[in-house]
């Protein structure tokens, strides 16, 4: 399977994207999620990035953003947002269920893993935690690609945080709409 990652918050648009210390995860800050409209969408009405406001002072964006294109279709199958530390696991499924509630699995609220079957709009969505070390593969692994060259090792370090992460993934797999 091909799997191309565009990853958008590259250094420099990180640094526009992250918030102040201040507002994150506040009583009045807004975690934004992505649109899971760009999930098999090659249409411009479906161009837009983010569900709500992420302008807005008080928005939480999340740390990390990557699109999968895979399966030899123009485009993307799968979206992964990974949020700073200080957004937590609980606030994530809290702002999911907002929207997505009727879909969640019945055992949510004890599994390590939640999900989210959207029968109407044909996806699902998984909230787990994962550490900044896959983050680090991910964009090493990347790199390697670029340049033509093997993966190298690397020491495993314990200084890397745990994330929650937010992944959307189309299951039908018919095609572009």
């Known amino acids: 399977m ?36 760009l999930i098999v969408c090659l249409s411009s009405r479906c161009s837009q990035l983010w569900q709500g406001d992420a302008t807005a002072q008080n928005a939480i964006l999340p740390r990390q953003l990557l699109i999968d294109v895979f399966g030899g279709r123009p485009c993307p199958r799968g979206i992964v947002a990974r949020y700073d530390t200080s957004v937590s696991m609980d606030t994530l499924k809290s702002v999911i269920d907002k929207q997505y509630a009727k879909w969640a699995q019945p055992d949510n609220s ?63 797999g018919t095609g572009c709409r």
């Open 2 to 37: 091909r799997r191309l990652i565009l990853l958008f918050a590259l250094a420099a648009t990180l640094g526009s994207c992250r918030q102040p210390e201040r507002y994150r995860d506040n009583v009045g800050s807004r975690v934004v999620l992505p649109n899971p409209e």
């Open 110 to 172: 004890t599994l390590p893993v939640k999900i989210w079957r959207v029968e109407s709009q044909q996806f699902a969505i998984q909230l787990s935690i994962t550490d900044d070390s896959a983050i680090e593969a991910t964009q090493q692994q990347s790199q390697d690609e670029k340049v033509g060259q093997a993966p190298a090792q690397r020491e495993k370090s314990d200084t890397h945080q745990r994330m929650a992460q937010v992944i959307y993934m189309d299951f039908v």
